[in-house]
């Protein structure tokens, strides 16, 4: 993002300095949640920030007096001023965050009270990773396979109501215990930040002589998903231009949902929900992103049909995201 092109005067607009980055904000949550000093290492650890980059947004913070240095030499800590004029309202700020995604969480927890059959395990995944730019969720189920649709048919409609109050995208997912291990043998760290919702955690399924045997050639799966990709993006491009398109793809979706089987009318729902609760600069991100769900969604994109046959055959045909969206921009909105 380009400067402002007219400054502000400082001491009305302090918020501009102490907010104006994503470092300083995530340097800020980190220090006005603890009372302890500490280095800049440590606090560049818990932020997830380089160690070197750190030091210009402590000082440009530092000169608002929101933090303050304590100590001299290599090994001077740092800590938050609560006594700053703005300190308390920073505090409730970060603590509002920090309760949204507990009360998410917890009304997470409390649909799986009126599932039938209740799952072995069921867990969040990508709220604690470290994965920049995600847009979404995954919420994983363990169930016998006789059981496991309906009991993710069934989270999948509790949850939409929670999609709604926390702004956020949920995808429900159904495991056994066989592919559990399978996965874990795939990436140990796989479970490593899961949020544990219901059941037993899953590495409880796992045990230490697990490990894949077989190879898999995954290049003909990768350039699948390139292409699918690549539709991906000229759509979500199309959609964001001009968003009334919405509505002629929830249709299209709901008319296809008549005479859809189970499983496919599972994922009519799921782009349906997304649909409706996503922005078209989200849908994008959401349809490019390189995450699982959002393979997975590229497999059935429904959404294509708003491509003519000419534009799918130019995006087919291109090389590069950027001549993908190309083939949209070229084209006359009707």
């Known amino acids: 993002m380009r400067p402002p092109r007219r400054s502000q005067n400082a001491v009305q607009t302090l918020l501009?300095?102490?907010?104006?980055?994503?470092?300083?904000?995530?340097?800020?949550?980190?220090?006005?949640?603890?009372?302890?000093?500490?280095?800049?290492?440590?606090?560049?650890?818990?932020?997830?920030?380089?160690?070197t980059s750190v030091y210009p947004a402590?000082?440009?913070?530092?000169?608002?007096?929101?933090?303050?240095?304590i100590g001299a030499g290599?090994?001077?800590?740092?800590r938050f001023r609560s006594a700053h004029p703005l300190g308390g309202a920073l505090v409730e700020l970060f603590n509002a965050e920090a309760q949204r995604v507990a009360a998410m969480v917890g009304a997470l927890r409390v649909s799986f009270a009126a599932v039938s059959p209740r799952p072995s395990a069921a867990w969040l995944e990508g709220l604690n990773d470290e994965r920049g730019g995600e847009e979404s969720l995954s919420l994983?189920?363990?169930?016998?396979?006789?059981?496991?649709?309906?009991?993710?048919?069934?989270?999948?409609?509790?949850?939409?109501?929670?999609?709604?109050?926390?702004?956020?995208?949920?995808?429900?997912?159904?495991?056994?215990?066989?592919?559990?291990?399978?996965?874990?043998?795939?990436?140990?760290?796989?479970?490593?930040?899961?949020?544990p919702l219901d059941g037993v955690p899953p590495m409880a399924f796992v045990t230490p002589a697990g490990r894949r045997s077989s190879s898999e050639s995954l290049g003909s799966h990768g350039e699948h998903d390139t292409r699918a990709r690549r539709l991906a993006i000229a759509v979500a491009a199309k959609l964001k231009r001009d968003p009334m398109l919405v509505q002629r793809a929830r249709a299209r979706i709901a008319e296809r949902e008549k005479h859809a089987s189970s499983g496919e009318r599972r994922a009519l729902r799921e782009w349906l929900r997304m649909l409706d609760t996503a922005s078209p600069g989200k849908l994008e991100r959401i349809l490019t992103d390189r995450s699982e769900r959002?393979?997975?969604?590229?497999?059935?994109?429904?959404?294509?049909?708003?491509?003519?046959?000419?534009?799918?055959?130019?995006?087919?045909?291109?090389?590069?995201?950027?001549?993908a969206r190309a083939v949209v921009a070229r084209t006359k909105r009707r």
């Open 16 to 51: 501009n300095t102490i907010l104006g980055t994503e470092a300083n904000v995530r340097l800020l949550r980190v220090l006005s949640r603890t009372d302890t000093p500490m280095t800049a290492g440590e606090l560049a650890r818990r932020a997830l920030l380089g160690r």
């Open 58 to 69: 402590l000082e440009a913070l530092e000169s608002t007096g929101i933090v303050e240095f």
């Open 74 to 78: 290599a090994r001077r800590q740092l």
């Open 140 to 195: 994983w189920v363990v169930a016998d396979s006789r059981s496991l649709t309906r009991l993710t048919d069934a989270l999948t409609d509790r949850i939409s109501d929670i999609e709604r109050r926390f702004g956020v995208q949920i995808a429900v997912s159904g495991l056994t215990r066989t592919e559990i291990e399978r996965r874990a043998s795939a990436e140990p760290d796989r479970f490593a930040q899961v949020v």
């Open 294 to 323: 959002a393979t997975r969604l590229r497999q059935t994109l429904l959404a294509l049909d708003l491509l003519t046959p000419s534009e799918r055959k130019a995006v087919l045909a291109s090389e590069t995201d950027e001549e």
